[in-house]
């Protein structure tokens, strides 16, 4: 329904006697758009993320402005459309929402009482005895009983060596069938008390310093152990760091956020869902802290932006191949190469009578049915012709340009596994012939394009209304 001139005037009025009050606050209304102000620091927030330093196309206030009301107006469009209804959008919502507010619940009293209790238990399991850092030489025993002799023999030559004289590391990365402490000459690595098989940590803790066992059998295998060092557990300030490091690396915030999160939803005597706690909680803290708010609202807003153009405009865009080709036609010297291309498939074969079978396979079917062909007819069992397709550039492949183009320069034989080679497909010296030559680039353009009318479309739609002098006090105030 069309507003008579009257009333139009009438709204005007009170809309600069509104702006012109709201100019007087510490945060006045810079925009308005269908019906809902947008405060200065709101803008701030929004302009200030993006246009930092780094930005190559930096934007002054008014781009910004410009750009700013799109966003808003498709923001518009997606809310009334009823998107923001959607299980799937309120989820993903939640969810960075949530990863927000969740550490924002976890005292620093309680963070510091979890890595004092691990501290404790560390030490209780310590029961008085150092930390050691040994080494080992490792034989793995064998299943079949007839091989023991044979894993003993080898240990038994193993710490004859150690025993003449030879470097405990260097025989360790040569004879140790334990790769991985074998690369590093043997090192287990600093161990307590309940850190490796009892047996072999009973003789750890029995040796000193330096000092070599015998051969020592296990469950798993022979051992030649070496005690490289040991020192008492640390204080607790020195290993508090590394410990709270650890505890949060196994989700200890989302651990106590959660127990808050359990305790408010039972707290007034009726049971709440997680989702009515963690909204309330988002209200509070958004009410306290204006990035914590703008950032909640940008991934509201950019969600939605990202749902209402995928559904209304790129999505339909993308699948459009009538308007996509169209558009390719129109604009068909936007498209054109610099270099000639080849629009086809390169084909390396095992042998020549592949190659020719290959290429007669081809011969005349739709492109986009190439790769399935060569897939189904001689690679089902093993691979007998290598495949690529796509628009070659002259200078991309030089098996390609001796091929398609006659130039010979750079690595032009196949290879000896595949010693046939040869292309099939179309010399493109001017341009693409097709609009799937250059789809993703075509694609991109007619969605942009689409989304450029959708936002003309959108500001016919919608009432928008920028204050000038109080958007001028943009970070100038």
Known sequence: MRLTKFLLISMAAGLTATAAAMAETDDPVVMRI??????????????????????????????YADLF?????????????????????????????????????????????????????????????????????????????????????????????????ADFAETARQCSEDPQTGQRGGVIGWIGPHSLLKEIEDKLYAMQVGETSEPVKSTVGWHILRLNDQRPLEPYDTLAPRIRTFLEQRGLKDRLAQTV?????????????????????????????????????????????????????????????????????????????????????LLQARDKATLAAARKALKGMPEERWAETIKTRFNADSVQVRFERRVFEQGDNAMVDSLAFGIRQGKTRPSKTFPAAAVVGRKLKKGPQRWTDVGSQVVTDYQSKKEAEFVEELRRRYSFEVFTEALSTVNNH
């Open 261 to 345: 999160i359990d305790s408010l939803a039972t707290k007034s005597g009726e049971p709440r869902t997680v989702e009515a706690v963690m909204d309330d909680l988002a209200d509070t803290f958004a009410a306290k802290d204006d990035d914590l708010k703008y950032l909640i609202q940008e991934y509201h807003d950019g969600l939605l932006l990202y749902e209402v153009c995928q559904r209304q405009v790129w999505e339909p865009a993308a699948r459009d191949t009538a308007a996509l080709e169209a558009h390719f036609k129109a604009n068909k010297k936007a498209y054109a190469y610099a270099k000639p291309h080849y629009a086809g498939a």
């Open 69 to 165: 009301i799109n966003y808003k107006l498709k923001v518009c469009a997606a809310l009334d459309a009823h998107l923001d209804t959607l299980s799937s959008y309120q989820q993903e919502f939640r969810t960075y929402r949530d990863q927000q507010i969740r550490p924002l619940l976890v005292a620093p009293e309680a963070e510091e009482a979890e890595a004092r209790a691990y501290y404790d238990k560390m030490l209780e399991q310590m029961d008085g005895k150092q930390l050691l850092l040994p080494a080992h030489i490792f034989v793995r025993l064998p299943q079949q009983g007839a091989d023991e002799a044979a894993a003993k023999t080898r240990i038994d030559s193993i710490y004859a060596l150690i025993s003449g004289g």
């Open 34 to 63: 269908n019906g809902q102000d947008v405060t200065r620091s709101e803008f701030e927030y929004n302009y200030n993320k993006n246009n930092t330093d780094d930005v190559i196309d930096r934007k002054t206030v008014a781009e």
